[in-house]
């Protein structure tokens, strides 16, 4: 398209004359409109746009550098080159001010205005230009499936892009003006990223570091940084560094689930040949205690017996704590196939409850249950009595002085769910992450299998485990497949994992 070419001048003879030359200049590619005053000149911007205005400083209604500033409103990439027969230095000062591209004496030369106007279009080209590379930059990097930051000399964040803003939750740490190093908890990973800033600001290739950061939920996960460093002006040092992140938190969690499972599957044979072995004197052990505590029975003497009964009874809880180890240990060695009947998640949750009733009132703790009545799923209703067992267990060990179990279960269109929550000291995001992962544990006298157990019969399931928020303590919730009971008709038979004796 012609480039659109605004005379704005009260000679009407002279604006007709510049008109011819211009469009007639084969330099030139433009359509010239004319305006008599500036009221007019400012109607016709508005309503076409311009890329030059041509405008002459005395006007019957305004003055020339006045109307700059408007005229630059209606078209902001535009230009406004003024034209004048009386001009003084801090006339032309105070017109440059204003953002006028040029000033030209009357009387000039064809080819002195044809030359300013074709500079005039090429600066409008390199700026509209400059924006579209902008635009496509901008669009990039919100788009873009990576983390992206960019960070100034000092370290300060200059550019956040949309994923890792949703990924920190737009926390302080995270934003701009801030300091990345500082959004970093670790103080190991703190200084091994200073290092890899500092190789990238010296232009010594482009490093890349792994570090922990804090999202949106509290928890910590693991980004793999790509640092690159800008060139400035003398190329021996970075005017500013470009990190690209990509969160690794699943692949690590898959990697560090492969090798428990590999180490776990190299050691079964090992596993179920020591379970043999110590199974065996496990119950002698056990009936040997019970022959002891019969013979204790029979001494004359209360202040014999009684303390000797309370050791017996010492031998006998560890004895059986190491028997649920081993049981724990080879059922994630070399688990069994979970069944498939139709379970009643509710039901299975009670029953625990009620199991563990004594205990509740033991530690202090009072039970809450809030519970759904069409909650059922097809599974394995010992594994999954398991599966709450384990939760209520770790829910009581993380309240020693007593307090709240939560219980919950809800039926939804395609999944049921249940959630025990404790209102203990609750789990720190820094190891979130790690604490279904077999042998960890943060509990001195703990084994660490609790929890893989659970995720473990809870995979088996086609289900999912969520650590979930609360204001205090920590909630395990399960999520399982839902299972439409169909109905009952007189002579079918119902169905099993809840109404026969769970």
């Not at 040029?102 to 009387?107: D, G, H, R």
């Not at 010492?314 to 049981?327: C, K, P, T």
């Not at 829910?395 to 025990?420: H, Y």
């Amino acid at each position: 398209m012609p480039a659109r070419i605004l005379i704005i001048d009260d000679n009407t003879s002279l604006a007709s004359n510049l008109r011819d030359i211009l469009q007639g200049a084969r330099e030139l590619d433009v359509e010239v409109t004319l305006a008599r005053d500036g009221k007019t000149g400012l109607a016709i911007a508005a309503r076409d746009g311009f890329e030059v205005a041509m405008v002459d400083i005395k006007l019957p209604d305004a003055n020339g550098v006045d109307l700059i500033r408007p005229l630059r409103a209606t078209s902001p990439q535009g230009e406004v080159v003024l034209v004048t027969g009386f001009a003084t230095v801090d006339m032309a000062i105070g017109a440059l001010r204003e953002g006028a591209f040029a000033f030209v004496l009357k009387s000039f030369r064809a080819e002195e205005l044809i030359s300013t106007l074709a500079q005039a279009m090429e600066k409008i080209s390199l700026k509209r230009e400059r924006e579209e590379l902008e635009r496509r930059h901008r669009a990039l990097v919100e788009a873009a499936g990576v983390l992206i930051v960019g960070l100034s000399l000092e370290g300060q964040i200059t550019l956040v892009n949309p994923k890792l803003t949703a990924l920190s939750g737009g926390c302080a740490g995270v934003s701009v003006g801030a300091s990345f190093q500082e959004a970093l908890e670790d103080e190991t990973d703190r200084r091994r990223f200073h290092q890899a800033f500092q190789e990238a600001l010296a232009l010594e290739g482009a490093p890349e570091v792994e570090v922990g950061l804090r999202d949106a939920s509290k928890a910590i996960r693991r980004v793999r940084w790509h640092l690159s460093g800008v060139p400035g002006a003398t190329a021996k040092k970075a005017e500013m560094v470009y990190g690209i992140g990509i969160d690794v938190t699943e692949r690590r969690a898959l990697e560090r689930k492969a090798a428990d499972m590999e180490a776990l599957n190299a050691m079964a044979p090992l596993a179920l040949g020591l379970a043999h072995e110590i199974r065996n004197p496990l119950n002698a052990a056990v009936l040997e205690l019970h022959l002891l505590s019969r013979a204790i029975d029979r001494l004359p003497d209360e202040g014999v017996r009684a303390p000797m009964k309370r050791r017996v009874g010492i031998v006998e809880s560890e004895i059986a704590r190491l028997g649920r180890l081993l049981g724990e240990f080879l059922e994630l060695a070399r688990p069994r196939a979970p069944l498939r009947e139709p379970v009643d998640l509710t039901r299975v949750v009670s029953e625990v409850l009620e199991l563990e009733a004594e205990a509740c009132a033991r530690g202090r703790v009072e039970v809450v249950r809030d519970f759904d009545g069409d909650c059922w799923t097809l599974g394995d209703v010992e594994k999954l009595k398991q599966v709450v067992l384990n939760l209520v267990m770790n829910a009581l060990d993380a309240m020693p002085e007593g307090g709240t179990i939560r219980a919950v279960t809800r039926g939804e269109a395609q999944e049921v769910w249940l959630s025990i929550g404790d209102t203990g000291t609750g789990i720190s995001a820094t190891i979130l992450a790690e604490i279904f992962d077999p042998f960890f544990t943060t509990k001195p006298g703990g084994t660490g299998l609790g929890l893989a157990i659970v995720r473990k019969i809870v995979d088996q399931h086609g289900g999912r485990v969520v650590v979930v928020g609360q204001e205090e303590g920590t909630g395990v919730q399960v999520v399982l497949p839902r299972y439409v009971v169909p109905v009952v008709t007189r002579g079918s038979r119902p169905p099993r994992g809840g109404t026969e004796g769970g």
